[in-house]
């Protein structure tokens, strides 16, 4: 079995070039495919001040505006600094969420929020929450994630957006990052002890070393267990959304062993080495023809007529609408 050191998305429909809802079935759609570790049920606990999420063992603060106002990043670290000086709740441990952590509370079938329904949370505010994690495109940008839709890019540090405070490792179903280095708000590499800073912490599960494995078949990410095609440019040129999965379906009539499909969202972010950029894949990594966004095979529920897709130069996830001919495709299979 895979080791699911990936989550499923949440995503429970399929939907067509123009938004609307069709049998997921033979689609190719994230929907239509049950990877990534499954949610447990109940998926969230609630303990007073804070909240337990089954899934990955992080416990989060219940009130999502904890700080009432955007903050700079700095601001931001320091104010989770000043929790842990208080003992906020009886504790003194909260952090910062590394950008992994803080996606691992999405869902990508709900908008406004894009949280798990039912989720116990209060004060969900729909936009940009501040990640520890800096931008290694442009080390005076950390990555945010909005909340109204679930799209993670980077600002700069001088900006203001919310907090979420986390506590905990986890159970290390969230894989760390890859970012090892810290640095203040104008990009600059300071000391990462007391920084409170993802690169301080490296919370979640260690890569193996190496990372990948060339195999006949394609390329295997030993973290995941998903076998990668090795050249990561499947058509000749950029194509809408149903090409894509098109591609992938032809490939398949040629394949003789594994089912090759469309990465879900969540499956093209694990790629990503937060350490680099252009592209924002681990070191040394074995792929060929390295293009520079990718189509996911899961919609987006904020707008049913476009598509989630990585930002592989930047490591950003964001959408695209489907019928635009504008990204490129790699196809990935499930090895048991």
């Not at 429909?13 to 997921?24: F, I, K, L, W």
């Not at 992994?100 to 079938?109: I, W, Y």
């Not at 919609?299 to 897709?309: K, M, N, Q, V």
Request: proline share 6%.
């Amino acid at each position: 079995m895979a080791s699911h050191h990936y989550l499923h998305t949440g995503q429970r429909t399929c939907h067509a070039d123009d938004g609307h809802e069709v049998p997921c079935e033979s689609s190719g759609q994230d929907a239509s495919f049950d990877v990534g570790k499954p949610w447990p049920e109940p998926r969230f606990i609630l303990r007073d001040d804070e909240v337990i999420d089954n899934l990955t063992g992080l416990i989060w603060c219940r009130d999502a505006s904890l700080a009432e106002f955007p903050l700079t990043w700095q601001e931001a670290l320091d104010f989770v600094a000043n929790m842990n000086r208080e003992q906020r709740f009886c504790q003194h441990d909260w952090r910062l969420p590394n950008r992994r952590e803080l996606r691992s509370m999405l869902s990508l079938q709900t908008k406004l929020p894009a949280l798990p329904e039912l989720h116990p949370f209060i004060n969900v505010f729909n936009g940009w929450y501040w990640t520890a994690t800096t931008a290694a495109i442009s080390a005076a940008h950390a990555w945010y994630v909005a909340l109204d839709g679930a799209r993670m890019f980077y600002g700069g540090k001088d900006q203001s957006f919310m907090l979420w405070p986390v506590r905990g490792e986890g159970l290390n179903v969230i894989p760390r990052t890859g970012q090892s280095l810290c640095y203040d708000a104008a990009g600059k590499v300071i000391a990462c002890s007391g920084s409170g800073q993802d690169g301080e912490f490296r919370y979640g599960a260690p890569w193996p070393e190496p990372r990948f494995e060339i195999l006949d078949a394609g390329v295997l990410d030993r973290l995941t267990r998903l076998l990668w095609c090795r050249s990561a440019n499947l058509t000749p040129q950029p194509v809408v959304w149903s090409e894509a999965l098109a591609a992938v379906a032809a490939l398949n009539h040629a394949a003789a062993e594994n089912v090759w499909r469309l990465p879900t969202i969540n499956e093209l972010e694990s790629l990503v080495d937060c350490a680099a950029h252009s592209p924002a894949l681990p070191s040394g990594h074995p792929f060929i023809d390295v293009q520079d966004i990718y189509w996911s095979s899961t919609t987006s529920l904020f707008e049913p007529d476009w598509a989630w897709a990585l930002y592989l130069e930047k490591g950003a996830t964001g959408v695209g609408q489907k019928r635009f001919a504008q990204f490129s495709v790699w196809a990935v299979a499930t090895v048991d």
